[in-house]
């Protein structure tokens, strides 16, 4: 049975046709009410960005998302949670402060700023999954204590899950530092004859696993935590990670963490996805690379693999931009995220996320 997903485009004439009336518009066609009871404490799951990045939902357009769930008589509450890599929100003292930076404050988004996992990333609900990898699965504890939440996601690029979806989202999103560590468990590896010793990725480690020895760069696999931060800032491509055998795993360890996201909260989940500015990187990069595709438009839904599998066939659909990031595939209808990462195979989420049960990966698109 196909999952319905409604679409708005960005076309505007008028102020009914404003890109905050279709948000509005999106949350009431698909039926996102229902999902919210009185007195929830609902959770709107986003990401604030990381400090110098600048592509993640606007504060305004998440203000419309605040302004519905308050008018059907809950709480809703901005969250995210810490992240394993060191950066501008790996506690939440920084999150907050960067959120509040990125203009996620209360005057503008109409809802308190709550880093979901706690100070330090020690607010941990266990949840029961009974998955291929994990038989529960570590959900930051004020995600778990939610009765209800809207997932609202920038769909972009991911140089290791393919591109970064509403899965993603839940997965990855909703875990704190333990569970993202859970997740990752895949160890990059020295390419000796592409290092220069330039040293970026010693700063980069979280646990100063990486050091420089006779001119190159060496990982002590008993400290890495396998956050990537190393190969995303090399300039030199110089790490790498087996891709055929270690990224398939930890896509499957998302999805499980995915489905420990919405545990307990079944039909109270509602999926919003910004499919613009689809950069090559994930907003956790202290950065925004440009474009590799137009932007597209807002997706709706209440399925996350229908979302997810809609998003990433309309921006196969594009004609892909030569001065960015993506080196193949650029005709319309070409795998524009091999095409930027060309090792990735992110459809792999919407597969088994699909045999998980977590959702359908066939969709109606809905126009609005």
Request: aromatic fraction near 8%.
């Amino acid at each position: 049975m196909k999952s319905p997903v409604y679409f708005a485009s960005l076309r505007a004439r008028d102020e009914k046709t404003s890109t905050v009336a279709k948000i509005r518009t999106l949350f009431d066609r698909a039926e996102f009410a229902s999902l919210v009871e009185k007195g929830d404490r609902t959770a709107i799951k986003l990401h604030f960005g990381e400090t110098g990045n600048d592509s993640y939902i606007s504060p305004v357009f998440v203000r419309q998302v605040v302004d519905r769930v308050v008018s059907c008589g809950a709480r809703p509450f901005l969250t995210d949670t810490n992240t394993l890599y060191l950066g501008s929100r790996s506690n939440a003292v920084d999150h907050i402060t960067t959120a509040i930076l990125h203009g996620f404050d209360y005057a503008v988004a109409g809802a308190p700023v709550i880093i979901a996992d706690g100070l330090a990333g020690r607010n941990i609900t266990r949840v029961p999954v009974s998955g291929k990898h994990f038989k529960t699965v570590a959900i930051a504890g004020d995600i778990a204590a939610a009765q209800s939440m809207i997932v609202l996601t920038h769909f972009k690029c991911h140089m290791v899950s393919g591109f970064g979806g509403a899965i993603k989202n839940l997965g990855m999103g909703c875990a704190p530092p333990a569970g993202k560590r859970e997740q990752h468990k895949a160890y990059p590896f020295t390419i000796p004859e592409n290092c220069t010793a330039c040293g970026k990725c010693t700063t980069a480690c979280p646990k100063e696993a990486i050091t420089i020895r006779d001119t190159k760069s060496c990982i002590d696999r008993s400290l890495c935590i396998g956050c990537f931060e190393c190969m995303t800032v090399c300039p030199e491509h110089a790490i790498d990670i087996d891709w055929e055998t270690e990224i398939p795993k930890f896509i499957e360890r998302m999805v499980e963490y995915a489905e420990g996201a919405v545990m307990g909260k079944k039909d109270r989940v509602g999926y919003m996805s910004f499919v613009t500015r689809i950069t090559p990187d994930c907003d956790c990069v202290p950065w925004s690379d440009t474009p590799i595709v137009p932007d597209i438009g807002i997706l709706a839904s209440k399925d996350p693999v229908a979302i997810d599998a809609a998003a990433f066939d309309l921006v196969n659909k594009q004609a892909g931009f030569d001065a960015s990031a993506l080196h193949a595939h650029h005709e319309a209808g070409g795998d524009k995220f091999r095409g930027t990462w060309e090792n990735t195979d992110g459809y792999l989420q919407v597969r088994y996320a699909e045999e998980r049960g977590l959702g359908s990966g066939t969709y109606e698109l809905i126009p609005i």
